[in-house]
């Protein structure tokens, strides 16, 4: 780790523990909204997203109001909020999976909040009931602020990305799953049914998720020295993986079945936007050539109405 820049520098080795707890508090948090929301398509109701001081659930609807819950990296809480007025907070400090969840349990409780769900998390493995997680136990206070920041960038830049795209187009959110950042684009044609396969987790969970011919970027704390952005397409089309991809750095991997770009070779250049920028429009153009999508009718310019804000704005 070393001292903050626009693209903060962590190498994943230094933080793997307090990545693997901040993972497993994140589920307990997306439960919890997964709980009082209703079903969106691929999930979308679930999410977390990046907020200016962490992450956050942003408004979930309880009764005839609602509240919010949001990891703050800058304070290191866990502030839960209600429309009622009170709110709460939990410390970010290095406690057991289980000493959180009671904690947070106990602050929703004190709030009149008690939302029932599947109490052990999903995608991983072994996946070890919340209440009895004493294995995951680390908190580092740095790390956790630099990956938020880290997640800062993606996200801007990410969401940038996406204004290109007036298509069918998730946000730019955060899976609790596999705690990754994701953007995923749509052809409007519908996929077939996915095998599923993810540990911990029901094979439907995937049917819903890949239900459409999709193309998704996104980021994660792994898969290079620092993290690693990714880029694949459900289905994969033929001629998806020789697609040639920008920048210098970028691979596709047979193992993991998509393009890889590691953070570091973001971070390192001069123009680290730019390079991911880069990266995510030839990954998208390796699906939406190849698989031959609409593209006239899904891309636009964002500037579009530049001209008419200007003067009426």
Same mark, same amino acid.
């Given at each position: 780790m070393?001292?903050?820049?626009?693209?903060?520098?962590?190498?994943?080795?230094?933080?793997?523990?307090?990545?693997?707890?901040?993972?497993?508090?994140?589920?307990?948090?997306?439960?919890?909204?997964?709980?009082?929301?209703? #079903?969106?398509?691929?999930w979308w109701q679930v999410t977390l997203y990046i907020s200016p001081r962490g992450f956050t659930t942003s408004a979930i609807p309880h009764g005839s109001g609602a509240y919010?819950?949001?990891?703050?990296?800058?304070?290191?809480?866990?502030?839960?909020?209600?429309?009622d007025g009170p709110s709460r907070e939990v410390k970010l400090e !290095?406690?057991?999976?289980?000493?959180?969840?009671?904690?947070?349990?106990?602050? #929703?409780?004190? #709030?009149?909040?008690? !939302?029932?769900?599947?109490?052990?998390p999903n995608e991983v493995e072994p996946s070890i009931p919340f209440a009895e997680d004493h294995t995951h136990a680390s908190y580092d206070?740095?790390?956790?602020?630099l990956f938020w920041r880290q997640l800062l960038q993606a996200n801007r830049v990410m969401g940038e990305f996406r204004s290109h795209f007036v298509g069918k187009v998730s946000p730019v959110h955060l899976f609790w799953g596999a705690l990754d950042l994701a953007c995923t684009r749509f052809s409007g044609r519908p996929a077939p049914a996915h095998p599923g396969g993810a540990p911990n987790c029901g094979d439907w969970v995937m049917v819903? =998720?890949?239900?459409? +011919? #999709?193309?998704?970027?996104?980021?994660?704390?792994?898969?290079? +020295? +620092?993290?690693?952005?990714?880029?694949?397409?459900?289905?994969?089309?033929?001629?998806?993986?020789?697609?040639?991809?920008?920048?210098? =750095?970028a691979y596709y991997s047979q193992e993991n079945g998509q393009f890889l770009l590691p953070y570091e070779a973001v971070a390192d250049t001069a123009d680290?936007?730019?390079?991911?920028?880069?990266?995510?429009?030839?990954?998208? +153009?390796?699906?939406?050539?190849?698989?031959?999508?609409?593209?006239?009718?899904?891309?636009?310019?964002?500037?579009?109405?530049?001209?008419?804000?200007?003067?009426t704005g």
């Open positions: 070393t001292e903050q820049k626009a693209w903060p520098r962590l190498r994943v080795a230094d933080w793997t523990d307090t990545r693997d707890t901040l993972h497993m508090w994140t589920q307990i948090i997306g439960k919890i909204r997964l709980a009082h929301t209703p #079903l969106l398509n691929h919010d819950i949001e990891f703050d990296f800058v304070d290191h809480v866990l502030r839960i909020r209600s429309s !290095p406690i057991s999976v289980a000493d959180f969840y009671a904690q947070t349990m106990d602050a #929703l409780g004190g #709030l009149g909040i008690r !939302p029932r769900f599947q109490t052990r206070a740095e790390a956790a602020h819903e =998720g890949y239900s459409h +011919e #999709l193309s998704s970027c996104g980021f994660w704390p792994g898969g290079g +020295e +620092e993290g690693a952005f990714y880029a694949y397409a459900y289905p994969e089309p033929p001629g998806f993986a020789d697609h040639p991809v920008l920048p210098d =750095g680290p936007d730019t390079a991911l920028m880069n990266f995510l429009q030839t990954t998208y +153009e390796a699906a939406a050539i190849h698989a031959k999508w609409d593209r006239e009718a899904l891309e636009d310019n964002p500037d579009r109405w530049n001209t008419q804000r200007q003067v």
